[in-house]
């Protein structure tokens, strides 16, 4: 029997899907790893989480942070739909080398807006989402890593039927 998913798990998936198509080869300015570990929750990132990025390569990693209901955007029917507005976060993850060329905001800001450009290709997310809206970057850096991230947010819309996280 095939594995089935709920709905917010199959937008998780959409968005790792695009995440990974951000390649040279594809049109990007790089070449981004998508590292799964066996989960999404959130780390902290100051104490080398993502360690294994290699010096002057890229890496993402993706967060899915619980869904909130939103009440007003249910839909009356049988059965019922409920909305749900879910965020998923994609902290870009670079380790300079020693001697970089680029300035490092530069760097960050086009991890940034290839991820973006990825995933925004289907914001409906194969269907599944009613809307999807690109949230603020944010930058940052660890020191103790020696690694900077871009952090991409995405807040997901979708249905679900009532008391069915699976169905539409």
Do not use: H
């Amino acid at each position: 029997m095939a594995e089935t998913y709920p709905i917010a798990e199959q937008i998780a998936r959409i968005i790792a899907a695009a995440v990974s198509t951000v390649t040279v080869a594809n049109g990007y300015q790089y070449d981004l790893a998508l590292q799964e570990d066996g989960t999404r929750c959130d780390r902290v990132k100051s104490v080398g989480g993502y360690d294994r990025t290699p010096p002057g390569q890229y890496a993402a990693q993706l967060i899915s942070v619980p869904p909130a209901r939103n009440p007003e955007g249910d839909q009356e029917g049988s059965p019922p739909r409920l909305r749900w507005r879910q965020e998923f976060r994609v902290d870009l993850i670079y380790r300079p080398p020693d001697k970089a060329s680029t300035p490092i905001e530069t760097v960050l800001t086009r991890l940034w807006a290839d991820c973006v450009q990825a995933v925004m290709a289907d914001p409906q997310m194969g269907a599944l989402a009613e809307t999807t809206d690109v949230g603020e970057p944010s930058f940052e850096a660890a020191v103790e890593t020696n690694e900077i991230y871009a952090t991409a947010v995405f807040a997901v819309d979708y249905l679900t039927r009532e008391n069915d996280p699976y169905s539409q």
